[in-house]
């Protein structure tokens, strides 16, 4: 039979190792949670609007339309 000193750290050793699966485990879901996160992300489509150059003569003649739709209210 071995010692109780033995026993003992042989009891703690399998509680360490008991301890250290669950984290892992924890660690391991918690992975598993991100990438799901990631991979909803990455099915979004981000529209972001590009600007435009647009001429001034464009710009000054659409000034003009709006002000002469406002005459004719």
């Known amino acids: 039979m071995p010692s109780k000193l ?3 750290r042989l009891r703690r050793l ?3 190792v008991a301890w250290w699966r669950e984290e ?3 660690c391991r879901s918690r992975l ?5 996160e990631i991979d909803r992300v990455r ?4 529209r972001v609007p590009m600007p435009v150059v647009v001429p001034s003569a464009l710009i000054a003649e659409l000034a003009m339309e709006k ?3 406002r005459l004719n209210d």
Do not use: N, Y
Request: charged share 40%; aromatic share 0%; hydrophobic share 50%.
């Open 24 to 26: 892992a485990e924890d």
């Open 6 to 8: 033995k026993q003992r």
């Open 43 to 46: 099915a979004q489509i981000v």
């Open 67 to 69: 002000a002469v739709e």
């Open 32 to 36: 598993l949670e991100l990438a799901g």
């Open 14 to 16: 399998k509680a360490d």
